[in-house]
Nanobody, 126 residues
Framework: VQLQASGGGLVQAGGSLRLSCAAS????????MAWFRQAPGKERAFVAA????????YYADSVKGRFTISRDNAKNTVYLQMYSLKPEDTDVYYC????????????????????WGQGTKVTVSS
């Protein structure tokens, strides 16, 4: 699976952005998908995850209520809709895929994911 993230940019605090991650291949619907983010010199941090069917999601406390993860299996794409952005949301955002037969446990750990996109930069100005 190859992942291509897009949609990052510069936005003022309080604004919104939608990130997209397009996946190659025919097996997208067999993968848990997630978003992580990373600042320079820091570890990659979990943001949100979604099961293959799209009905079950999980969020980091820092983004709960502001971010929404969704997916369109027909388009092989996962989205991260971000509202009420804060300067501390400034990071490079990465999408990731994990085979669903490997389970949902530890889904907030970057080490359990099989594939990664290249990252898209989000900058929130104050």
């Amino acid at each position: 699976v190859q992942l291509q993230a897009s949609g990052g940019g510069l936005v003022q605090a309080g604004g919104s952005l939608r990130l997209s991650c397009a996946a190659s291949g025919r097996t997208f619907s067999r993968y848990h998908m997630a978003w992580f983010r990373q600042a320079p010199g820091k570890e990659r941090a979990f943001v949100a995850a979604i099961r293959p069917g799209g009905t079950s999601t999980y969020y980091a406390d820092s983004v709960k209520g502001r971010f929404t993860i969704s997916r369109d299996n027909a388009k092989n794409t996962v989205y991260l809709q971000m509202y009420s952005l804060k300067p501390e949301d400034t990071d490079v955002y990465y999408c990731a895929a994990r085979r669903s037969d490997r389970g949902w446990s530890d889904i907030d750990r970057s080490s359990v994911f099989d594939y990664w996109g290249q990252g898209t930069k989000v900058t929130v100005s104050s």
